[in-house]
C-alpha cells in the first residue's frame, strides 16, 4: 500500500501565493518522479509541475516564472511553492507519484487533492 496526502491548500488572493506539500508513505523501494496536476471545474486534469530523479523539472507553461517544484527524496516529499497566483490557478490540486513497491513494477498513484482558490 502506498499512501500520498497532500496539504496547503486554501483560499488566497490574487497575487498571492500558497505552498502545497505531499508525503508519500507505505511500501515504497522506488518514486522515480513526483508532481502536482490539477483540475479546474470543467476541465481535464492537467499537468502543473513534476521533478524526475536527479533533479530534472517540467513545468506547464502556465506555471513557469511562478511556481517552483522542489523534491525532499530522504523524506519522500514534494513542495509546490506557487506565487503570483491568479484566478485561473483555481483548482483542485493532486500530487502524483510514479513508485515501485518492493518486487513489483513501478504504477501511477495519486493523493485525494487539495482545493486551491484564488479570488479577492
Known amino acids: 500500500q502506498v499512501e500520498l496526502v497532500e496539504s496547503g491548500g486554501g483560499l488566497v488572493q490574487p497575487g498571492g501565493s500558497l505552498r502545497l506539500s505531499c508525503a508519500a508513505s507505505?511500501?515504497?523501494?522506488?518514486?522515480?518522479?513526483m508532481g502536482w496536476y490539477r483540475q479546474a471545474p470543467g476541465k481535464q486534469r492537467e499537468l502543473v509541475a513534476q521533478?524526475?530523479?536527479?533533479?530534472?523539472?517540467n513545468y506547464a507553461d502556465s506555471a513557469k516564472g511562478r511556481f517552483t517544484i522542489s523534491r525532499d527524496s530522504a523524506k519522500n516529499t514534494v513542495s509546490l511553492q506557487m506565487n503570483s497566483l491568479k484566478p485561473e490557478d483555481t483548482a483542485i490540486y493532486y500530487c502524483?507519484?510514479?513508485?515501485?513497491?518492493?518486487?513489483?513494477?513501478?504504477?501511477?498513484?495519486w493523493g485525494r487533492g487539495t482545493r486551491v482558490t484564488v479570488s479577492s
Open positions: 507505505g511500501s515504497i523501494s522506488s518514486i522515480y518522479a
Open positions: 502524483n507519484a510514479i513508485i515501485r513497491p518492493p518486487g513489483g513494477r513501478p504504477n501511477d498513484y
Open positions: 521533478i524526475l530523479n536527479g533533479g530534472t523539472t
